[in-house]
């Protein structure tokens, strides 16, 4: 079955850079996506960005345009999440999660839909802390 795995967190100083991966296996079709969602304590979980593996589709929060961009190399099994200008409120403990096809609907661009709900696999998530 699908798994996913995030890594690549740790502590960074502001308007510093650090990137994420997430790795997957188990996909058996190419229609499928791969967000990244973050949860900071006393708040709830936030969409960050999504990618569509198929149509290479992305959408991006409001709050993220223009910092940070998400990727994805099918050869390496692995979608990116590279984070600039960092921000005391970016700190967050980051998840992916996987989307899959639900019969007979296909999952196209990832926009469509974005919510939490929507997400079939999840993975460990990776903690992020932005000092100020």
């Known amino acids: 079955e699908v798994q996913l795995q995030a890594s690549g967190g740790g502590l960074v100083q502001a308007g510093g850079s650090l990137g994420l991966s997430c790795t997957h296996s188990?996909?058996?079709?190419?229609?499928?996506?791969i967000g990244w969602f973050r949860q900071a304590p006393g708040k709830e979980r936030e969409g960050v960005t999504c990618?569509?593996?198929?149509?290479?589709?992305?959408y991006y929060a409001d709050s993220v345009k223009g910092r940070l961009t998400i990727s994805s190399d099918n050869a390496k099994n692995t979608v990116y999440l590279q984070m600039n200008s960092l921000k005391p409120e970016d700190t967050a403990v980051y998840h992916c999660?996987?989307?899959?096809?639900?019969?007979?609907?296909?999952?196209?661009?990832?926009?469509?839909?974005?919510?939490?709900?929507?997400?079939?696999?999840w993975g460990q998530g990776t903690q992020v802390t932005v000092s100020s």
């Open positions: 990618i569509s593996a198929s149509d290479g589709d992305t």
């Open positions: 188990g996909f058996i079709f190419d229609d499928w996506a």
């Open positions: 999660a996987a989307v899959i096809p639900h019969f007979p609907d296909k999952v196209g661009p990832c926009g469509r839909h974005y919510y939490a709900g929507r997400y079939d696999k």
